[in-house]
């Protein structure tokens, strides 16, 4: 099951898929994320956690190199899902390599090309519901998949910078209601 969405051609003429409007009554009270500029070997996690949430990020990835967004993390880093975005190769990937410690789920990385225009930032929306992860990012690429987390604590977000400086530009983040 993912998310109702309705389906658009971009300006690339690419047909895309986005959540309808509607997934936006079930958003609880907002928690805005401030604005930073995550140093490079840094991790700045965001002051929410949960498995049921919308996360809006916008961020300024360095123009040579990577950043991550950690999704369902463990404290400790040992149960996590890397959603990361490469400039030079202009790549959005969801790992799910260390997305659970369970022993039967898949452990493979999906990609999806993203080329950021000169100056556009990236603007990601992030669904996460329970085993569920759905990205949308500048309204051009998703990707979605399921992870198994194990640990009762791997519900933390977080911001990583590789080899240069991330700023990261407005962050909204709200828990999301059941449907039922």
Request: aromatic share 4%; hydrophobic share 45%; net charge negative.
């Amino acid at each position: 099951m993912t998310l109702p969405r309705e389906v658009k051609i971009a300006g690339d003429g690419q047909i895309v898929t986005l959540p309808v409007n509607e997934v936006q009554q079930l958003r609880q009270p907002e928690i805005v994320v401030p604005a930073t500029r995550v140093m490079p070997h840094d991790v700045h996690w965001l002051p929410a956690h949960g498995a049921q949430l919308e996360v809006e990020l916008i961020l300024r990835p360095p123009r040579h190199g990577t950043c991550t967004v950690m999704l369902r993390a463990s404290p400790d880093g040992s149960e996590v899902t890397v959603l990361r975005y490469n400039s030079q190769t202009a790549t959005l990937t969801l790992d799910r390599r260390r997305s659970s410690l369970a022993g039967d789920v898949w452990r493979d990385a999906h990609h999806a090309p993203l080329a950021l225009h000169n100056d556009e930032p990236l603007a990601l929306r992030i669904f996460l519901d329970a085993s569920l992860i759905e990205v949308f990012a500048n309204e051009r690429r998703s990707i979605t998949s399921r992870i198994y987390p194990t640990r009762p604590d791997s519900m933390g977000i977080a911001i990583c910078a590789d080899e240069a400086a991330v700023d990261l530009l407005a962050g909204r983040v709200w828990e999301m209601a059941g449907i039922w």
